[in-house]
């Protein structure tokens, strides 16, 4: 199996990630740094990353999270602050996020060790739409709804048609559905930015068609096998 995709099914990246990890010099084969990303493991093989000595999961595992504000999605962050897999006080095997929310965001976060379909689920061919309820300041006029549909630059990215709906609008704030099928750092904070809104709270209430439903905050479960065969072929 090529090396970048044995560092996926141990669960420890994505196969990107993992692209990331051998290239720069993380990743040793029997004690030696191994770069190339297409070395074929075999069974003999000791392939250690970071240090650590990784062999397949069995257990593919599967979690949904309603992240609560306040928790990072890494696995470790240099400031000390929560992060997400602290939550996770049952799961024994080491999942890791599937893409990102920021620290301020909170809602639906998939957490896994099958690296494909981490993969899968973040690369941007597949176009699949996350939901976002966004509460923001003013007023989103039908103009800016009409930008934010057609696509607005974020500082060097245009970015695709988004599905937008004005769920309320208020005198000083309004409540927002969207729909974006990309995942740029921070890109829904930066689509209203660009139109003159600022983001008062996020949450990310649905990954395609798997909606978060009652899921309290800070709750999580497994998903169902229908769920997970959603995921695998959306
Ligand atoms: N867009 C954001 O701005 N933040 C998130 O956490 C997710 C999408």
Known sequence: MRLNKYIAHCGIASRRKADELIVNGNVKINGAVMKELGYDVSDEDVVEVNGSVAKPDAKLVYVML???????TSLSDEKDRPVVTELLTDITERVYPVGRLDYNTSGMLLLTNDGDLANRLTHPKHHIYKTYRAKISGILSNERVARLRKGVDIGGFVTSPAIVNVIKQG???????????????????????????KVLELERTAI?????????EGH???LTQKEIEYLKNC
Request: no cysteine.
């Open 171 to 197: 005198e000083r704030n309004a409540v927002v559905e969207i729909k974006i099928a990309e995942g740029k750092n921070r890109q829904v904070r930066k689509m209203f930015a660009a139109v003159g809104n």
């Open 66 to 72: 309603n992240k609560p504000k306040g928790y990072i």
């Open 208 to 216: 395609g068609e798997l909606y978060m439903g009652r899921l309290m």
């Open 220 to 222: 999580y479960r497994k």
